[in-house]
């Protein structure tokens, strides 16, 4: 799964890595701890212009009954979108790519969870592929959130966990936002492990257990008291 994620790249970098425009005025701060329910930064495809807005984490249903479904709903399985009522929806036509530096994952060693950071030395930006919704209230609440997709591991990432994000090359982006691109299996052939050569990953402190953590000695290299 991913349940936190890295974002340091500045909205200017964005743009330019992805050809696109705010959505309206926005602006963000980098979050080297990014948890569910965070407004985060994603790309759409709005008709020939892409645009970066901030949606929240943990897709809402347009058809649910209040958007405490998010909370359940921060990963979607690649496997399984056709056959979900939730995904098979944005799945479709609701498609966006979340940035992303890097994440985390916990490795179970004996009672414990131990953090690691993981990381593509060859891709400062990852292209995490993700669903979006817009879900409003019948008092007119109205809240836009997305989803990440997740594969099954590759063997670099297995030893630590057995699902990660799926993540698009550059080249793939455009295919998978166009709205009008309904194949399926086109799609799902975009949703596939990344390569085991070009991730990497290293144990970082326990301070990134807490949410409320966010600053970027997070990401620092674990160094224990005889090192």
């Known amino acids: ?39 985060m930064p994603v790309v759409i495809q709005e008709e020939d212009q892409r645009m970066i807005t ?51 994952e916990w ?18 930006v990852l292209h995490f592929a993700g669903l979006y919704e817009h879900w409003q209230s019948s008092e007119g609440e109205r809240i836009n959130s997305f989803t990440i997709i997740t594969t099954p591991a590759n063997s670099t990432i297995h030893e630590l966990h057995n699902r990660m994000p799926a993540i698009l090359l550059p080249d793939e ?13 086109v799609l799902q052939d975009l949703l596939r ?10 144990r970082v402190g326990t301070d990134v257990n807490n949410a409320r953590n966010s600053g970027s000695n997070l990401m620092e290299p674990y160094r224990d008291l005889f090192s």
């Open 1 to 39: 799964m991913c349940g936190r994620y890295v974002l340091k790249s500045t909205l200017e970098e964005l743009k330019k890595t992805y050809s696109a425009i705010p959505d309206g005025f926005y602006q963000f701060e980098p979050n080297y701890n990014t948890a569910p329910s965070i407004h």
């Open 54 to 104: 901030p949606y929240r984490w943990g897709l809402v249903p347009f058809w649910a009954d209040n958007p405490n479904t998010g909370y359940s709903m921060i990963n979607a399985r690649s496997e399984t979108l056709l056959s979900k009522r939730s995904f098979s929806k944005p799945f479709l036509s609701q498609r966006c790519v979340v940035p992303a530096n890097g994440f985390y």
């Open 107 to 124: 490795k179970r060693s004996g009672s414990e969870k131990v953090p690691h950071y993981i990381y593509s030395p060859d891709y400062p």
């Open 173 to 185: 982006i455009q295919s998978w936002l166009e709205s009008a691109n309904q194949d399926t299996g």
């Open 193 to 202: 492990p990344w390569p085991d050569d070009s991730i990497s990953f290293y």
